[in-house]
């Protein structure tokens, strides 16, 4: 079993990774499934802004590619005041693939953690039974 401090760690070392010459605000992330392999991931800039990638989706992307679909828990990290926010898009993918009750440990820098899960970090989020009509 993997704690929420070794999560973190591996998220941390993957922010090393960013590439971030527009922004310089590295973050980092690790996701763990539900069989224990790790997928990090960092954020990724183009100088076409929008194609940003961030460190979550990242990782998500990198583990669904690999045909993983069954995931246990999500470490972010940055150099911020609070535990770091995930942004909307990331919110919206993390629900697409998530369980609704799955951990998300939110970090900074000073070591603080906060915990939130998939459900409370996007309520009400749109989903695929919205999808479907009838
Ligand atoms: N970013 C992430 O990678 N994850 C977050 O949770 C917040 C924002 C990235 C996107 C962009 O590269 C930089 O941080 C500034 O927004």
């Keep these: 079993m993997f704690s ?3 999560l973190v760690k591996k998220a941390l070392a993957a922010r090393e990774k960013a590439y971030v ?4 605000f590295p973050v980092g992330a690790a996701l763990i499934t539900k069989e224990g392999k790790i ?3 960092c954020n990724i800039e183009n100088a076409a802004f929008p194609v940003t990638c961030c460190a979550e989706r990242t990782a998500l992307f990198k583990a669904v590619s690999e045909g993983e679909r069954s995931f246990e828990a999500l470490a972010v990290v940055a150099d911020t005041d609070r535990p770091v ?3 909307g898009s990331c919110r919206q993918v993390l629900a697409e693939f998530c369980p609704p009750e799955m951990p998300v440990y939110l970090a900074n820098l000073r070591g603080e953690v906060e915990i939130m899960d998939v459900a409370s970090l ?3 989020a749109f989903g695929a039974k919205d999808l ?3």
Excluded: D, R, W
């Excluded at 010459?21 to 310089?24: A, K, L, Q, V």
């Design 4 to 6: 929420k401090e070794e």
């Design 21 to 24: 010459p527009y922004s310089n």
């Design 39 to 41: 997928f990090t991931g």
């Design 85 to 87: 926010s995930p942004c």
């Design 122 to 124: 996007l309520p009400g």
């Design 132 to 134: 479907m009509k009838g």
